[in-house]
């Protein structure tokens, strides 16, 4: 089993920043590719970015590429997502994911998940 604990929302106008942090508890998450999704009211969950086991390999989804940087700290067991330049349509909960396939970018595919950050860019 992995717990993980995302923090680090808020609610902040457009053009600012936050950065995310998930924390993994029990079984190491520094084996699992790690990803974060977002789930705005009355929308489906959407892929975000996903980083692999030793951090080579990113994607992103195109809507924040440029802007959104993930990464991550195997040793501390926490992976980050620091989000600059936020629009109001970046306002959602983000989740914290861990497991993941080829198809990264589908939420099925992910075993863990945390409870999620709230996110919210005002105009």
């Known amino acids: 089993q992995v717990q993980l604990v995302e923090s680090g929302g808020g609610l902040v106008q457009a053009g600012g920043s936050l950065r995310l942090s998930c924390a993994a508890s029990?079984?190491?998450?520094?084996?699992?590719?790690m990803a974060w999704f977002r789930q705005a009211p009355e929308k489906e969950r959407e892929f975000v970015a996903v980083?692999?086991?030793?951090?080579?390999?990113?994607y992103y989804v195109d809507s924040v590429k440029g802007r959104f940087t993930i990464s991550r700290d195997n040793a501390k067991n926490t992976v980050f997502l620091q989000m600059n330049s936020l629009k109001p349509e970046d306002t959602a909960k983000y989740y914290c994911a861990a497991g993941g396939s080829d198809t990264y970018y589908y939420p099925h595919t992910y075993t863990y998940w945390g409870q999620g950050t709230q996110v919210t860019v005002s105009s």
């Open positions: 980083i692999s086991v030793l951090g080579g390999t990113i």
């Open positions: 029990g079984r190491t998450s520094s084996g699992y590719r």
